[in-house]
Protein backbone atom coordinates (compact mmCIF):
# COMPACT_ATOMS: atom_id res chain seq x y z
CA UNK A 1 0.00 0.00 0.00
CA UNK A 2 0.94 3.37 -0.38
CA UNK A 3 2.76 4.95 3.11
CA UNK A 4 3.34 8.47 3.61
CA UNK A 5 6.12 9.46 6.43
CA UNK A 6 6.31 12.94 7.29
CA UNK A 7 9.70 13.54 9.03
CA UNK A 8 13.09 11.84 7.81
CA UNK A 9 14.76 11.76 11.00
CA UNK A 10 16.61 9.28 13.16
CA UNK A 11 13.27 7.93 13.37
CA UNK A 12 11.40 8.78 10.18
CA UNK A 13 13.71 7.90 7.51
CA UNK A 14 14.74 4.43 9.11
CA UNK A 15 10.83 3.97 9.25
CA UNK A 16 10.41 5.15 5.36
CA UNK A 17 13.20 2.72 3.81
CA UNK A 18 12.43 0.01 6.54
CA UNK A 19 8.52 -0.17 4.74
CA UNK A 20 9.78 0.73 1.23
CA UNK A 21 12.06 -2.91 1.87
CA UNK A 22 8.85 -4.88 2.87
CA UNK A 23 7.30 -3.73 -0.55
CA UNK A 24 5.53 -0.99 0.14
CA UNK A 25 5.17 2.53 -2.01
CA UNK A 26 6.74 5.36 0.30
CA UNK A 27 6.87 9.05 0.31
CA UNK A 28 8.49 10.69 2.90
CA UNK A 29 7.95 14.61 3.15
CA UNK A 30 10.04 16.78 5.29
CA UNK A 31 10.09 20.80 5.83
CA UNK A 32 14.27 20.45 5.17
CA UNK A 33 14.79 21.29 1.70
CA UNK A 34 18.39 20.16 2.00
CA UNK A 35 17.50 17.27 3.15
CA UNK A 36 14.78 16.00 0.43
CA UNK A 37 17.49 17.10 -1.97
CA UNK A 38 20.15 15.21 -0.07
CA UNK A 39 17.98 12.37 -0.04
CA UNK A 40 17.02 13.00 -3.66
CA UNK A 41 20.57 13.04 -5.00
CA UNK A 42 20.98 9.76 -3.03
CA UNK A 43 23.14 10.68 0.17
CA UNK A 44 21.96 9.53 3.23
CA UNK A 45 21.29 12.58 5.83
CA UNK A 46 22.34 10.32 9.32
CA UNK A 47 24.03 7.45 10.15
CA UNK A 48 22.59 4.11 10.72
CA UNK A 49 24.08 0.70 10.56
CA UNK A 50 22.85 -0.84 7.30
CA UNK A 51 20.45 1.90 6.45
CA UNK A 52 22.27 3.39 3.57
CA UNK A 53 22.75 0.17 1.32
CA UNK A 54 18.74 -0.58 2.21
CA UNK A 55 18.11 3.66 1.07
CA UNK A 56 19.68 3.05 -1.93
CA UNK A 57 18.21 -0.02 -2.84
CA UNK A 58 14.69 1.11 -2.97
CA UNK A 59 15.53 4.91 -4.03
CA UNK A 60 16.89 3.31 -6.89
CA UNK A 61 13.83 0.72 -7.42
CA UNK A 62 11.42 3.49 -6.65
CA UNK A 63 9.73 2.12 -3.98
CA UNK A 64 10.99 5.09 -1.97
CA UNK A 65 10.52 8.88 -3.12
CA UNK A 66 11.47 12.21 -0.98
CA UNK A 67 9.65 15.49 -1.41
CA UNK A 68 9.48 18.53 0.37
CA UNK A 69 5.43 18.87 -0.68
CA UNK A 70 3.29 17.91 1.84
CA UNK A 71 0.54 17.49 -0.75
CA UNK A 72 2.58 14.50 -1.79
CA UNK A 73 0.86 12.32 0.96
CA UNK A 74 -2.19 12.28 -1.36
CA UNK A 75 -3.46 8.76 -2.10
CA UNK A 76 -1.40 7.29 0.81
CA UNK A 77 -3.79 4.68 2.93
CA UNK A 78 -1.38 5.51 5.69
CA UNK A 79 0.33 8.79 6.78
CA UNK A 80 2.91 8.44 9.65
CA UNK A 81 3.82 11.10 11.53
CA UNK A 82 7.68 11.21 12.71
CA UNK A 83 8.32 15.14 13.15
CA UNK A 84 10.28 16.40 16.17
CA UNK A 85 9.14 16.64 19.63
CA UNK A 86 11.94 18.37 21.23
CA UNK A 87 11.33 19.51 24.89
CA UNK A 88 10.29 23.53 25.00
CA UNK A 89 13.12 25.56 26.33
CA UNK A 90 11.25 26.51 29.18
CA UNK A 91 8.52 24.33 30.04
CA UNK A 92 10.38 21.23 28.88
CA UNK A 93 7.37 19.58 28.16
CA UNK A 94 7.41 17.99 24.52
CA UNK A 95 6.90 21.01 22.13
CA UNK A 96 4.08 20.02 19.81
CA UNK A 97 4.04 22.74 17.37
CA UNK A 98 5.75 20.86 14.45
CA UNK A 99 3.43 17.89 15.06
CA UNK A 100 0.48 20.10 14.70
CA UNK A 101 1.56 22.10 11.78
CA UNK A 102 2.32 18.73 10.30
CA UNK A 103 -1.28 17.54 11.13
CA UNK A 104 -3.04 20.91 10.02
CA UNK A 105 -1.34 20.11 6.31
CA UNK A 106 -2.33 16.80 5.38
CA UNK A 107 -5.86 17.20 6.03
CA UNK A 108 -6.86 18.82 3.27
CA UNK A 109 -5.16 15.97 1.14
CA UNK A 110 -7.16 13.46 2.76
CA UNK A 111 -9.44 12.05 0.54
CA UNK A 112 -10.31 8.45 0.88
CA UNK A 113 -10.71 6.87 4.33
CA UNK A 114 -7.16 7.20 5.38
CA UNK A 115 -4.85 6.22 9.04
CA UNK A 116 -3.37 8.96 10.01
CA UNK A 117 -0.58 7.34 12.97
CA UNK A 118 1.13 9.62 15.54
CA UNK A 119 5.21 7.87 15.65
CA UNK A 120 6.82 10.68 17.52
CA UNK A 121 6.80 10.89 21.30
CA UNK A 122 3.76 12.61 22.32
CA UNK A 123 2.11 13.43 26.09
CA UNK A 124 -0.88 11.24 25.96
CA UNK A 125 -4.08 12.66 24.75
CA UNK A 126 -2.28 13.85 21.65
CA UNK A 127 -4.30 11.84 19.61
CA UNK A 128 -7.35 13.73 20.83
CA UNK A 129 -5.87 16.73 19.71
CA UNK A 130 -4.75 15.77 15.99
CA UNK A 131 -8.02 14.48 15.17
CA UNK A 132 -9.35 17.61 16.36
CA UNK A 133 -6.93 19.68 14.23
CA UNK A 134 -7.95 17.18 11.28
CA UNK A 135 -11.57 17.56 11.62
CA UNK A 136 -11.70 21.37 11.83
CA UNK A 137 -9.61 21.63 9.16
CA UNK A 138 -11.36 19.56 6.48
CA UNK A 139 -14.62 18.00 8.29
CA UNK A 140 -15.54 15.86 5.29
CA UNK A 141 -12.29 14.12 5.86
CA UNK A 142 -12.56 10.26 6.38
CA UNK A 143 -9.91 9.22 9.09
CA UNK A 144 -8.55 7.63 12.37
CA UNK A 145 -5.72 9.12 14.10
CA UNK A 146 -3.62 5.90 16.18
CA UNK A 147 -0.80 6.18 17.90
CA UNK A 148 2.34 3.81 16.36
CA UNK A 149 5.42 4.54 18.77
CA UNK A 150 8.69 4.23 18.19
CA UNK A 151 11.03 1.45 20.19
CA UNK A 152 13.95 1.94 17.45
CA UNK A 153 16.99 2.63 19.49
CA UNK A 154 20.03 4.49 17.47
CA UNK A 155 22.25 2.60 15.94
CA UNK A 156 20.19 -0.18 15.87
CA UNK A 157 17.18 1.46 13.84
CA UNK A 158 17.16 -0.79 10.99
CA UNK A 159 17.34 -3.98 13.18
CA UNK A 160 14.89 -2.97 15.61
CA UNK A 161 12.44 -2.02 12.64
CA UNK A 162 12.73 -5.34 11.44
CA UNK A 163 13.29 -7.22 14.67
CA UNK A 164 10.55 -4.79 16.75
CA UNK A 165 10.40 -6.73 20.65
CA UNK A 166 6.67 -5.46 19.77
CA UNK A 167 4.60 -3.18 17.33
CA UNK A 168 2.10 -1.52 20.25
CA UNK A 169 -1.11 0.12 18.53
CA UNK A 170 -3.11 2.70 19.63
CA UNK A 171 -6.63 2.58 18.34
CA UNK A 172 -10.22 1.70 19.00
CA UNK A 173 -11.00 1.92 15.42
CA UNK A 174 -11.97 -1.39 13.29
CA UNK A 175 -11.46 0.13 10.67
CA UNK A 176 -7.70 1.69 11.28
CA UNK A 177 -7.21 -2.13 12.36
CA UNK A 178 -7.52 -3.55 9.24
CA UNK A 179 -5.17 -1.21 7.38
CA UNK A 180 -2.62 -1.68 9.82
CA UNK A 181 -2.63 -5.59 10.11
CA UNK A 182 -2.48 -4.88 6.37
CA UNK A 183 0.94 -2.81 7.21
CA UNK A 184 2.15 -5.06 9.39
CA UNK A 185 1.72 -8.42 7.79
CA UNK A 186 5.16 -9.08 7.25
CA UNK A 187 5.25 -9.49 11.42
CA UNK A 188 1.89 -11.14 12.07
CA UNK A 189 4.06 -14.75 13.08
CA UNK A 190 7.36 -12.77 14.50
CA UNK A 191 6.10 -10.95 16.91
CA UNK A 192 2.98 -9.55 18.87
CA UNK A 193 1.07 -6.54 17.65
CA UNK A 194 -0.62 -5.48 20.71
CA UNK A 195 -3.45 -3.36 19.79
CA UNK A 196 -4.36 -0.99 22.75
CA UNK A 197 -6.43 2.66 23.74
CA UNK A 198 -5.23 5.44 21.80
CA UNK A 199 -3.77 6.83 25.39
CA UNK A 200 -2.32 3.48 26.63
CA UNK A 201 0.18 3.54 23.70
CA UNK A 202 0.86 7.09 24.02
CA UNK A 203 1.88 6.04 27.72
CA UNK A 204 3.64 2.97 27.04
CA UNK A 205 6.37 4.81 24.59
CA UNK A 206 6.76 7.23 27.73
CA UNK A 207 6.60 4.86 30.39
CA UNK A 208 9.24 2.38 28.34
CA UNK A 209 11.37 4.74 28.26
CA UNK A 210 11.60 6.12 31.23
CA UNK A 211 11.88 3.07 33.19
CA UNK A 212 14.93 2.41 30.58
CA UNK A 213 16.55 5.91 32.17
CA UNK A 214 15.67 4.81 35.64
CA UNK A 215 17.64 1.51 35.35
CA UNK A 216 20.15 3.16 33.68
CA UNK A 217 20.12 5.99 37.20
CA UNK A 218 20.21 2.67 39.27
CA UNK A 219 23.20 1.13 37.47
CA UNK A 220 25.32 4.53 38.11
CA UNK A 221 24.18 4.63 41.47
CA UNK A 222 25.50 1.18 42.48
CA UNK A 223 28.43 1.84 40.41
CA UNK A 224 28.99 4.62 43.18
CA UNK A 225 28.58 2.66 45.70
CA UNK A 226 31.04 -0.25 44.60
CA UNK A 227 33.71 2.73 44.37
CA UNK A 228 33.22 3.26 48.01
CA UNK A 229 32.41 -0.27 49.78
CA UNK A 230 34.77 -2.36 46.74
CA UNK A 231 32.28 -4.27 45.57
CA UNK A 232 32.84 -5.15 41.74
CA UNK A 233 30.37 -3.17 39.56
CA UNK A 234 30.84 -5.85 36.93
CA UNK A 235 30.05 -8.87 39.04
CA UNK A 236 27.35 -7.38 40.57
CA UNK A 237 25.81 -6.06 36.94
CA UNK A 238 26.65 -9.76 36.18
CA UNK A 239 25.06 -11.31 39.22
CA UNK A 240 21.72 -8.65 39.09
CA UNK A 241 21.21 -9.34 35.29
CA UNK A 242 21.02 -13.25 35.55
CA UNK A 243 17.65 -12.82 37.29
CA UNK A 244 15.13 -12.94 34.49
CA UNK A 245 13.20 -10.21 35.98
CA UNK A 246 16.10 -7.83 35.99
CA UNK A 247 17.85 -9.29 32.85
CA UNK A 248 21.31 -8.12 31.77
CA UNK A 249 20.51 -5.18 29.63
CA UNK A 250 21.11 -1.20 30.66
CA UNK A 251 23.10 -2.49 33.32
CA UNK A 252 26.03 -0.99 32.09
CA UNK A 253 27.62 2.23 34.26
CA UNK A 254 28.06 5.09 32.25
CA UNK A 255 28.79 8.87 32.48
CA UNK A 256 25.09 9.22 32.73
CA UNK A 257 22.50 8.89 29.88
CA UNK A 258 21.86 10.85 27.00
CA UNK A 259 20.36 10.62 23.21
CA UNK A 260 17.25 12.63 22.03
CA UNK A 261 14.68 10.55 23.55
CA UNK A 262 15.68 10.08 27.74
CA UNK A 263 16.06 13.13 28.67
CA UNK A 264 13.23 14.81 26.77
CA UNK A 265 11.31 11.79 27.16
CA UNK A 266 11.78 11.60 31.25
CA UNK A 267 11.39 15.57 31.22
CA UNK A 268 8.24 15.35 29.47
CA UNK A 269 6.37 12.35 31.65
CA UNK A 270 7.34 14.19 34.77
CA UNK A 271 5.43 17.39 33.43
CA UNK A 272 2.71 15.37 32.35
CA UNK A 273 2.10 13.70 35.58
CA UNK A 274 2.10 17.08 37.33
CA UNK A 275 -0.09 18.30 34.90
CA UNK A 276 -2.63 15.91 35.96
CA UNK A 277 -2.29 16.08 39.49
CA UNK A 278 0.24 13.30 40.32
CA UNK A 279 3.87 13.02 40.67
CA UNK A 280 6.59 10.83 39.43
CA UNK A 281 9.24 10.73 42.05
CA UNK A 282 11.61 7.93 40.81
CA UNK A 283 11.82 9.46 37.42
CA UNK A 284 12.06 13.17 38.49
CA UNK A 285 15.11 11.68 40.79
CA UNK A 286 16.80 9.85 37.86
CA UNK A 287 16.59 13.61 35.88
CA UNK A 288 18.36 15.06 38.86
CA UNK A 289 20.69 12.89 39.38
CA UNK A 290 21.91 12.39 35.55
CA UNK A 291 22.44 15.72 35.68
CA UNK A 292 24.78 16.06 38.25
CA UNK A 293 26.27 12.82 37.55
CA UNK A 294 27.63 14.64 34.48
CA UNK A 295 28.90 17.31 36.47
CA UNK A 296 30.32 14.89 38.53
CA UNK A 297 32.66 13.06 35.68
CA UNK A 298 34.11 16.30 34.43
CA UNK A 299 34.95 16.76 38.12
CA UNK A 300 36.70 13.49 38.31
CA UNK A 301 38.53 14.35 34.96
CA UNK A 302 39.67 17.42 36.17
CA UNK A 303 40.92 16.08 39.33
CA UNK A 304 43.03 13.67 37.42
CA UNK A 305 45.13 16.30 35.91
CA UNK A 306 45.04 18.70 38.61
CA UNK A 307 48.78 18.32 39.53
CA UNK A 308 49.58 19.14 35.97
CA UNK A 309 50.61 23.06 35.04
CA UNK A 310 48.43 23.66 31.54
CA UNK A 311 46.77 20.07 31.21
CA UNK A 312 46.06 17.91 28.34
CA UNK A 313 43.05 15.34 27.60
CA UNK A 314 42.34 13.56 25.05
CA UNK A 315 38.90 12.76 24.58
CA UNK A 316 37.70 9.72 22.89
CA UNK A 317 33.98 9.57 22.10
CA UNK A 318 31.33 12.71 21.65
CA UNK A 319 28.36 10.94 20.63
CA UNK A 320 25.76 10.32 23.44
CA UNK A 321 26.44 6.48 22.78
CA UNK A 322 28.64 4.33 20.53
CA UNK A 323 26.99 3.44 16.75
CA UNK A 324 25.56 6.84 15.95
CA UNK A 325 26.44 9.93 14.57
CA UNK A 326 24.13 11.75 17.04
CA UNK A 327 25.67 14.77 19.42
CA UNK A 328 21.99 15.11 20.44
CA UNK A 329 21.83 15.72 24.60
CA UNK A 330 25.07 13.89 24.39
CA UNK A 331 26.86 13.55 28.54
CA UNK A 332 30.01 13.45 26.23
CA UNK A 333 29.62 17.24 25.03
CA UNK A 334 28.34 18.72 28.12
CA UNK A 335 31.67 17.03 29.85
CA UNK A 336 33.54 18.69 27.37
CA UNK A 337 32.25 22.08 28.37
CA UNK A 338 32.21 21.61 31.83
CA UNK A 339 36.26 20.52 31.10
CA UNK A 340 37.08 24.24 28.96
CA UNK A 341 35.17 25.43 32.08
CA UNK A 342 38.09 24.31 34.16
CA UNK A 343 40.46 25.16 31.67
CA UNK A 344 41.83 22.29 30.34
CA UNK A 345 43.14 21.77 26.75
CA UNK A 346 41.30 19.28 24.73
CA UNK A 347 42.06 16.78 21.99
CA UNK A 348 38.61 15.23 21.20
CA UNK A 349 37.87 11.92 18.64
CA UNK A 350 34.99 10.52 17.97
CA UNK A 351 34.58 7.79 14.56
CA UNK A 352 31.03 9.26 13.80
CA UNK A 353 30.07 12.11 15.72
CA UNK A 354 33.40 14.92 14.67
CA UNK A 355 30.87 17.16 12.05
CA UNK A 356 27.89 17.19 14.45
CA UNK A 357 29.89 17.93 17.56
CA UNK A 358 32.02 20.60 15.54
CA UNK A 359 28.61 22.58 15.37
CA UNK A 360 28.44 22.75 18.67
CA UNK A 361 31.90 23.16 20.09
CA UNK A 362 33.59 24.96 16.91
CA UNK A 363 37.31 25.59 17.78
CA UNK A 364 37.06 25.46 21.37
CA UNK A 365 38.92 21.42 21.06
CA UNK A 366 41.34 20.13 18.91
CA UNK A 367 39.22 17.81 16.52
CA UNK A 368 42.32 14.75 16.42
CA UNK A 369 41.97 12.65 12.88
CA UNK A 370 42.91 9.25 15.07
CA UNK A 371 42.67 7.74 18.89
CA UNK A 372 46.68 8.22 18.36
CA UNK A 373 46.19 11.64 16.98
CA UNK A 374 43.64 12.38 20.35
CA UNK A 375 46.43 10.84 22.58
CA UNK A 376 49.50 13.19 21.36
CA UNK A 377 51.39 14.65 24.98
CA UNK A 378 48.03 13.80 26.81
CA UNK A 379 48.32 13.70 30.68
CA UNK A 380 45.07 10.99 30.46
CA UNK A 381 42.88 9.61 28.34
CA UNK A 382 39.31 9.58 28.90
CA UNK A 383 36.51 6.85 27.30
CA UNK A 384 33.11 8.75 27.31
CA UNK A 385 31.16 6.40 24.74
CA UNK A 386 30.85 3.16 24.27
CA UNK A 387 32.52 2.71 20.63
CA UNK A 388 33.74 -0.48 19.28
CA UNK A 389 36.52 0.99 17.89
CA UNK A 390 38.03 2.27 21.37
CA UNK A 391 37.63 -1.67 22.91
CA UNK A 392 40.42 -2.21 20.51
CA UNK A 393 42.81 0.37 21.88
CA UNK A 394 46.66 -0.05 20.23
CA UNK A 395 48.52 0.55 23.76
CA UNK A 396 51.72 0.37 22.18
CA UNK A 397 51.18 2.98 19.63
CA UNK A 398 49.80 5.25 22.72
CA UNK A 399 53.13 4.59 24.96
CA UNK A 400 54.69 6.79 22.73
CA UNK A 401 52.45 9.63 22.15
CA UNK A 402 50.71 10.31 25.60
CA UNK A 403 52.65 12.34 28.66
CA UNK A 404 51.41 9.92 31.22
CA UNK A 405 50.05 6.85 30.62
CA UNK A 406 46.71 7.32 32.23
CA UNK A 407 43.41 6.08 31.01
CA UNK A 408 39.77 7.12 32.55
CA UNK A 409 37.30 4.56 30.76
CA UNK A 410 33.78 6.12 31.96
CA UNK A 411 32.25 3.53 29.89
CA UNK A 412 33.89 0.38 31.77
CA UNK A 413 34.68 -1.01 28.10
CA UNK A 414 38.63 -1.99 28.09
CA UNK A 415 40.19 -4.93 29.88
CA UNK A 416 41.80 -4.08 33.03
CA UNK A 417 44.66 -5.85 32.97
CA UNK A 418 45.22 -5.53 29.56
CA UNK A 419 45.96 -2.23 29.99
CA UNK A 420 47.76 -2.53 33.40
CA UNK A 421 49.92 -5.08 31.76
CA UNK A 422 50.47 -2.73 28.91
CA UNK A 423 52.16 -0.02 31.78
CA UNK A 424 48.78 2.37 31.88
CA UNK A 425 47.47 3.78 35.04
CA UNK A 426 43.89 2.15 34.20
CA UNK A 427 40.59 4.14 36.24
CA UNK A 428 36.67 2.96 35.48
CA UNK A 429 33.77 3.33 37.19
CA UNK A 430 32.31 1.14 39.81
C1 LIG B 1 11.42 12.32 16.44
C2 LIG B 1 10.89 12.92 17.73
O1 LIG B 1 11.76 13.99 18.10
C3 LIG B 1 10.87 11.96 18.84
O2 LIG B 1 10.04 12.49 19.88
C4 LIG B 1 10.26 10.67 18.44
O3 LIG B 1 10.51 9.71 19.47
C5 LIG B 1 10.80 10.17 17.13
O4 LIG B 1 10.71 11.18 16.11
P1 LIG B 1 13.82 12.14 15.50
O5 LIG B 1 13.43 11.40 14.29
O6 LIG B 1 15.13 11.86 16.14
O7 LIG B 1 12.76 11.95 16.68
O8 LIG B 1 13.69 13.70 15.16
P2 LIG B 1 14.63 14.45 14.10
O9 LIG B 1 15.83 13.64 13.82
O10 LIG B 1 14.73 15.83 14.63
O11 LIG B 1 13.73 14.42 12.78
C6 LIG B 1 12.58 15.19 12.71
C7 LIG B 1 12.41 15.51 11.21
O12 LIG B 1 11.15 16.14 11.00
C8 LIG B 1 13.49 16.48 10.72
O13 LIG B 1 14.07 15.97 9.56
C9 LIG B 1 12.70 17.76 10.41
O14 LIG B 1 13.22 18.47 9.29
C10 LIG B 1 11.33 17.20 10.09
N1 LIG B 1 10.25 18.16 10.28
C11 LIG B 1 10.20 18.90 11.42
C12 LIG B 1 9.29 18.30 9.27
O15 LIG B 1 9.35 17.64 8.26
N2 LIG B 1 8.27 19.19 9.45
C13 LIG B 1 8.19 19.96 10.56
O16 LIG B 1 7.26 20.76 10.67
C14 LIG B 1 9.19 19.81 11.59
C1 LIG C 1 16.13 4.81 23.39
C2 LIG C 1 15.33 3.55 23.63
O1 LIG C 1 16.23 2.47 23.93
C3 LIG C 1 14.53 3.21 22.39
O2 LIG C 1 13.73 2.07 22.63
C4 LIG C 1 13.64 4.42 22.08
O3 LIG C 1 12.82 4.16 20.98
C5 LIG C 1 14.49 5.64 21.80
O4 LIG C 1 15.30 5.91 22.96
P1 LIG C 1 18.34 5.53 22.23
O5 LIG C 1 17.97 6.88 22.77
O6 LIG C 1 18.78 5.38 20.84
O7 LIG C 1 17.09 4.54 22.40
O8 LIG C 1 19.54 5.00 23.13
P2 LIG C 1 19.72 3.84 24.21
O9 LIG C 1 20.45 2.74 23.58
O10 LIG C 1 18.44 3.56 24.88
O11 LIG C 1 20.68 4.58 25.26
C6 LIG C 1 20.21 5.78 25.84
C7 LIG C 1 21.33 6.33 26.71
O12 LIG C 1 21.56 5.48 27.84
C8 LIG C 1 22.67 6.45 25.97
O13 LIG C 1 23.31 7.65 26.36
C9 LIG C 1 23.44 5.23 26.47
O14 LIG C 1 24.85 5.44 26.46
C10 LIG C 1 22.93 5.13 27.91
N1 LIG C 1 23.03 3.78 28.46
C11 LIG C 1 22.30 2.78 27.91
C12 LIG C 1 23.85 3.56 29.56
O15 LIG C 1 24.51 4.48 30.05
N2 LIG C 1 23.92 2.31 30.09
C13 LIG C 1 23.22 1.27 29.56
O16 LIG C 1 23.34 0.15 30.07
C14 LIG C 1 22.40 1.51 28.44
Known amino acids: MKVAVI ?54 NGRIKFSK ?18 PHPVSKEADMKYLFVAASEISEYICDYTVVAIKSTVPV ?4 DVA ?25 AVYDFFNPDRIV ?53 VADFCEKSGAKI ?8 LDERIGPKFLRPGPGYGGSCFPKDTMAMAQMARKVGTQLN ?48 SPAIEIVCEL ?23 DSVYFAESIKDACDRADVCVILTEWEDFKKIDYSELKNKMKILKILDLRNILNQDEALRAGFIYKKLG
Open 132 to 156: EIISKSNPSAEFDVVSLPEFLREGF
Open 69 to 86: NIEDVQGAKVIIIAVGTP
Open 282 to 329: LVEATIKYNDQRKLEMAKRIADEVSSEANPTVAILGLTFKGGTDDVRE
Open 234 to 241: EEVAKGMG
Open 169 to 221: IGTDSKRARAVLDELYEYFTDKTTLLYVSRKSSEAIKYASNSFLAVKVHFINE
Open 340 to 362: LNYGIKLRVYDPKGMDNAKSILN
Open 7 to 60: GTGYVGLPTGVGFAELGHEVVCVDSNADKIKDLNSGKITLFEEGLEDLFLKNKN
Open 125 to 128: GTGD
